[in-house]
């Protein structure tokens, strides 16, 4: 932030405020500048190492094969990735409750602070979309229709996408406003969020599973419905420049651009105002809405009548229960953290279950071998994934100096904190995702027959709650959110995803070759053990100071 | 004399709720007005209101002559603001964060760090301080002195403060009073929203007690003060806004904590 000589337009300085803040994160305490070690700018770098990395692998998988193929699944992947970015990202980025009173009575409109904010969404989508194709760019050139402008091509389809994917959100967004008001944007705000992450996730994995049925010669005039993917647009334009040039492509470059256009216009022309709206009302204070009271009333009675009261004797730990419930239920921020990033996760599973289903079609239990029935076990064993990355996000808030007064209360350590928030977790989130996946089983055609599968999973499930309580660190709502964009948590879920798929591996295998009681019986000591163990090690954390 | 702040049946609603309801009231060049009210009164929202943060429901106004509805722009260039939040970016340095606001109102840079240094200088920052630790790790006094020069940074005929002197220390708050009295001298017309009564009685030139978003009494504080025969302004507030009986329920309160 070194000012130049004169002054820099009202425009270029929030656009360079909005990345400042993007970067460093919105709140700190006790940071200098030069040292600030919780840096959103440092992490950044490395998820693009990241992104980099993942790009170059699937990336590599295609050299020689055909332009739109390849671009297809670029495109598709950096859609999932971009999608689910921006998504988690515009809430805080667009609607922040202390802007106002920051930046509403200086002499800039709502509209420039729209397009820097805008601006720098878009920066950091092409850096990330950039660094997820660098290794696309060059593979591209292997394809034996293609010719040595493939790299720029792709360069500009990649920055029409990121454009196409963040104009949409913030058109969501706006949208929301405009016809649902400010009482239910909150709402609206994380369904819409929840909705792209799993769209992007499903155009992601859908994508290129489409790609590999069709033997990488995936054409309109094969596939029509293909058009309706926004990806295969932006493939459409690769293609039509630097590929077999064939019509369809032509005409699917045409859509991508009309619709990156008229995305943008709605987005930050037509529906500014609504921006500045919103903006106006976000400090203003609402009525409660209608039912909240009652609800209010309905988790008091929860919490008072069996098992709940047996379960939460202790009274911080009911405490604690109730504070994750009303926020889980009821804060805009928390929410939009919370949901958005669960949604995808839970969609992995189901289609795991569907392509499970799908590929039992017809083949005797006998090809199957011993792993009849991975997917279910897997959907069980990958429930842990849930309260994991829960607990992780409850510790976030914009209000996390609220969070003092758990040390200033008459409380040793964390622990009865993390318990209140981790039965929390466990009862309204993880319990309606297993029964969602119950149901789900039973539809797809097993019948009950398989449920047990599910088992372990439920199994192994407290154990999975305990380990973002080790230490004591999942005490609700005590951290700033910028420290929630962590990219070592990516790295930690695909370590559980690993565990979930050797667990559910276990299973079927003891399924198949009738000794899955036996599995379980070791599985509960294991687990009751290994319970045990990590129950005292919390019990003993004490708090850590603050710096 | 010229009417610097012009309010004409100014309201604001929510829904069925009122915020402020057909406010007016002028306020000349150089007078330092309190504005106040309980909790909940409308002080807030009014200022929101005439700082062009927030559009009125209802009625109008007009800052140096400027139509909030029509030139809130030119409105903005013309006020400073001290939000009660006293809300910064708390991850830029105080520097960064007074550069950028010196930024927005096209502040020359030369002219903006001299002015900076001015305010350092008056308000003990060190400027070590200022360009080295973030404002996050700033306490509540020294992020309120940066929101205060934030405030007055582009010389504002204009200036509304909102619980100014929150987080402020004794020396600190002692300043900032003969600043805003100098300042009013100079010409800058002062709107001051406190819940400090004595504060305002010594400061202010005029008062105005609105409460549920409706004007009570508009006046200087010794006048109303006489008029209504109470005695100090905290008297006239209790006994226009119903607190009269705030002593005896205290009382009865706090006998509750006996053992």
Redesign the interface.
């Known amino acids: ?1 070194n ?6 337009s ?1 425009a270029r ?2 656009r ?2 909005f990345l ?2 993007f970067l ?11 040292s ?1 070690p919780k840096s959103v700018g440092s992490k950044l770098t490395f998820i693009l190492v990241i992104y980099g990395f993942v790009g170059s692998m699937m990336a590599l998988g295609f050299m020689g094969k055909p332009v739109f193929s390849l671009s297809l699944y670029l495109h598709s992947m950096t859609l999932v990735f971009l999608g689910m970015f921006v998504a988690s990202s515009a809430g805080e980025v667009l609607f922040n409750k ?12 709502a509209r420039a602070m729209l397009w820097a904010k805008i601006g720098v969404l878009v920066e950091v989508s092409l850096w990330l979309a950039g660094a997820f194709n660098l290794a696309g760019f060059l593979v591209g050139l292997t394809s034996a229709e293609t010719w040595w402008l493939y790299p720029i091509v792709h360069a500009i389809s990649t920055a029409c996408q990121a454009l196409f994917c963040t104009g949409c959100i913030v058109m969501i967004y706006q949208l929301c406003l405009r016809w649902f008001g400010r009482e239910r944007l909150d709402g609206l705000m994380t369904t819409a969020q929840v909705f792209v992450g799993v769209g992007a996730v499903l155009v992601g994995q859908l994508g290129p599973q489409l790609i590999g049925r069709t033997g990488l010669k995936m054409e309109v005039a094969n596939v029509w419905w293909i058009c309706l993917l926004p990806s295969a647009w932006f493939a459409g334009m690769d293609d039509a420049l630097c590929g077999t040039g064939n019509r369809s492509s032509w005409i699917m470059a045409g859509v991508g651009l009309a619709a990156t256009a008229t995305v943008l216009g709605l987005a930050f022309g037509k529906l500014a105002r609504d921006y500045e709206m919103g903006l ?1 009302t976000l ?5 409660a809405p209608r039912g909240r009271a009652g609800r209010r009333r309905w988790i008091d009675v929860l919490v008072k009548a069996p098992p709940l009261c047996w379960w939460l004797r202790d009274s911080i730990s009911r405490a604690s229960f109730l504070l994750t419930a009303a926020y889980l239920m009821r804060d805009r921020d928390v929410k939009l953290r919370m949901y958005p990033g669960i949604a995808p996760m839970l969609v992995m599973p189901l289609i795991f279950l569907l392509q499970g289903n799908r590929s039992q079609q017809g083949v005797s239990p006998h090809v199957m071998g011993g792993f009849d029935g991975y997917a279910v076990a897997f959907s069980g064993a990958y429930l842990g994934l849930i309260p994991m990355l829960a607990l992780n996000l409850i510790r976030y808030s914009q209000q996390w100096q609220a969070g003092d007064l758990f040390r200033v209360a008459p409380i040793i350590g964390p622990s009865p904190l993390c318990d209140g928030t981790r039965r929390a977790i466990l009862c309204f989130l993880a319990l309606p995702a297993l029964v969602v996946f119950a149901v789900f089983v039973y539809l797809l055609g097993r019948g009950s027959s398989q449920l047990p599968l599910l088992i372990p999973g439920i199994i192994a499930l407290p154990i999975y709650a305990l380990v973002p309580c080790i230490g004591g660190k999942a005490v609700p709502l005590s951290l700033p959110t ?1 420290e929630a964009k962590s990219a070592g948590r990516g790295l930690s879920m695909i370590g559980v995803m690993l565990i979930s798929g050797l667990l559910a591996a276990g299973a079927t295998l003891a399924w198949n070759y009738g000794w899955f009681k036996w599995f379980l019986m070791g599985e509960i000591i294991v687990t009751i053990t290994t319970y045990a163990i990590m129950r005292a090690s919390l019990a003993g954390a004490r708090w850590e100071p603050i710096d | 004399m010229r009417q610097m702040i012009s309010v004409k049946s100014l309201s604001k609603t929510y829904g069925s709720q009122v915020a402020v309801n057909d406010l007016s009231f002028e306020v000349p060049a150089g007078q330092i007005l309190g504005f106040l009210g309980p909790n909940g009164a409308g002080k807030s929202t009014t200022l929101k209101m005439l700082t062009g943060m927030l559009d009125p429901t209802g009625g109008t106004a007009t800052i140096c002559g400027f139509d909030l509805r029509q030139q809130t722009l030119e409105v903005k260039r013309h006020v400073g603001f001290v939000p009660e939040s006293g809300a910064v970016f708390e991850s830029l340095t105080g520097l960064e964060y007074l550069e950028m606001v010196a930024a927005l109102y096209a502040i020359p840079e030369e002219a903006a760090r001299a002015r900076i240094r001015q305010f350092i200088a008056f308000f003990d920052l060190s400027f070590e301080t200022l360009t080295d630790k973030l404002l996050g790790a700033y306490s509540k006094g020294m992020r309120r002195k940066v929101v205060i020069t934030s405030a007055l940074l582009h010389n504002p005929p204009v200036v509304f403060f909102d619980e100014p002197l929150d987080g402020l220390d004794a020396n600190a708050a002692v300043g900032f009073k003969a600043l805003i009295q100098t300042l009013a001298r100079e010409g800058k017309t002062i709107v001051y929203s406190s819940h400090i009564l004595d504060v305002v009685e010594r400061v202010c030139d005029r008062v105005i007690i609105i409460d549920k978003g409706r004007l009570l009494v508009d006046g200087r504080p010794e006048e109303l003060v006489a008029s209504h025969g109470s005695g100090t302004l905290e008297h006239l507030f209790t006994q226009l806004t119903g607190g009269g009986e705030l002593q005896r329920r205290a009382e009865d309160f706090a006998k509750t904590f006996r053992p």
């Open positions: 932030m000012a130049p000589s004169s002054p820099p009202p300085t929030l360079r405020l400042t803040l460093r994160g919105r709140t700190s305490r006790g940071l200098r500048k030069a600030a202390d802007e106002a009173d920051i930046l509403m009575h200086r002499p800039v409109t106006q400090n203003e204070a609402s009525s910028e």
